[in-house]
């Protein structure tokens, strides 16, 4: 018997009689270490750090139901002949329809508007702007940068990318690849889009030095993760009006409290960190996993492994 491990249901997906698919969770995982029939696991990343100090020698397959994995032991895993693979694009269209909504709620200057308050209209004349011409930089041109990218194609703005790695791509103009462009750059762009993941070099990357060098007008859209800001300059720079604003959707604590510092500032708008949430979304998940999940039970090639050996 091979067992399949899932914190997620995988009720619908068919697997061959001698394949038993068990629920669980990060708690009650320990209850199958030193098991040899356990051949793949389906969890968060939590999971992972859990799962990658059992004794499972007959696992192949760790599967993330997340597109991010920081703190998950990719080379540990990769020492003990297990692969892991993340969720790929399952999320890059949620979150890519979360940022331009979040640049068109900035543009259209709704955050300020107090018409839920007051019974005489605003309409904001002198503030409201258009994407169309604006310059965006998007900061982590993978899945979900280029889905983004290629849904602020339709409104004619100028569309950049920052990314050491990535390689060049139809739906960017340019594509900056170093710190010091960066901050030459910078000053160009009127929205600036972090999909960046935390790391050891992307954690504090956008700080003092970054905010410096854009424009007073300058937006920023977050929807990769916090740690990539440097909090304390990112909030200053806020504050003071050194930027122009911000949209928020990434937070250490989800739900977001009500005592974040960011929730005063008139020039945030904060999310509730469902920018990649919808129904759509489970049913690609659950389709993502249950291919990977398949070929590594019939010994095929899985899809987006996260620690090849380069």
Not at 6 to 22: H, I, N, R
Not at 69 to 77: Q, S, Y
Not at 155 to 163: P, V
Request: hydrophobic share 40%; glycine share 8%; aromatic share 8%.
């Amino acid at each position: 018997m091979k067992i399949i491990l899932s914190d997620k249901p995988l009720t619908g997906c068919a697997f061959a009689e001698d394949v038993q698919v068990k629920r669980t969770s990060l708690k009650a995982l320990s209850a199958f270490d030193g098991s040899q029939e356990v051949v793949a696991i389906a969890g968060s990343r939590a999971m992972a750090q859990k799962a990658v100090v059992m004794d499972l020698p007959g696992l192949k397959l760790y599967q993330l139901t997340s597109a991010g994995f920081d703190g998950v032991p990719c080379e540990a895993f990769r020492e003990k002949g297990v692969d892991v693979a993340n969720a790929g694009s399952v999320y890059s269209a949620p979150i890519a329809e979360t940022v331009v909504f979040g640049l068109l709620y900035m543009a259209k200057r709704l955050h300020p508007n107090p018409n839920n308050r007051r019974l005489k209209l605003q309409r904001h004349y002198a503030q409201i702007t258009e994407l169309a011409g604006k310059k965006i930089l998007i900061m982590g041109a993978g899945n979900i940068g280029t889905a983004i990218a290629s849904r602020l194609q339709g409104f004619e703005a100028q569309i950049d990318g920052y990314d050491p790695f990535c390689p060049e791509k139809p739906e960017y103009g340019k594509m900056i690849r170093s710190r010091e462009q960066l901050k030459q750059g910078l000053r160009e762009y009127d929205y600036i889009i972090s999909t960046l993941p935390a790391n050891r070099e992307t954690e504090d990357f956008i700080n003092s030095e970054l905010f410096d060098c854009m424009k007073n007008t300058a937006v920023i859209v977050n929807v990769g993760r916090k740690a990539v800001f440097n909090e304390k300059d990112f909030y200053q720079a806020l504050k003071s009006k050194r930027i122009g604003g911000a949209v928020l959707d990434m937070f250490e604590k989800l739900p977001n409290p009500i005592t974040n510092p960011f929730r005063r500032l008139s020039n945030v708008v904060v999310l509730p960190g469902v920018s990649a949430i919808s129904q759509e979304v489970n049913a690609r998940l659950k389709a993502h996993m249950y291919r990977n999940l398949q070929a590594c039970l019939n010994g095929d090639a899985i899809q987006n492994v996260i620690n090849k050996k380069v």
